[in-house]
Nanobody
Framework: VQLQASGGGLVQAGDSLRLSCAVS????????IGWFRQAPGKEREFVAT????????AYADSVKGRFTISRDNAKNTVYLLIDSLKPEDTAVYYC????????????????????WGQGTLVTVSS
């Protein structure tokens, strides 16, 4: 399974950005997909996740109301729409897929994700 994250860049505070995660090697509907981020000098943290069917989502408290995760199983792609970007959103954003057996209550746990993309850098200037 391979994941390719894209869409990052240098933006101004208040802008919006849509990140994409293209998944290959497995039918997307079999995978729980999560987004994580790692800011400079900080540990990687959970951002958002979406059920295999796309029916439910979960977000970190710090991004609720500004981030929206969605998936298009027909295109094998998961998206992360980020609104009202803040300088503290500056980080490398990673998408990841689970093995296919993660229960929803564990979906925010990074160790449940075994396939990781290379990350895309988002830099927000004030």
């Amino acid at each position: 399974v391979q994941l390719q994250a894209s869409g990052g860049g240098l933006v101004q505070a208040g802008d919006s950005l849509r990140l994409s995660c293209a998944v290959s090697g497995r039918t997307l509907s079999r995978s729980l997909i999560g987004w994580f981020r790692q800011a400079p000098g900080k540990e990687r943290e959970f951002v958002a996740t979406i059920r295999r069917s796309g029916g439910s989502t979960a977000y970190a408290d710090s991004v609720k109301g500004r981030f929206t995760i969605s998936r298009d199983n027909a295109k094998n792609t998961v998206y992360l729409l980020i609104d009202s970007l803040k300088p503290e959103d500056t980080a490398v954003y990673y998408c990841a897929a689970d093995s296919g057996s993660t229960i929803w209550s564990e979906a925010t746990t990074s160790t449940r994700y075994i396939y990781w993309g290379q990350g895309t850098l988002v830099t927000v200037s004030s």
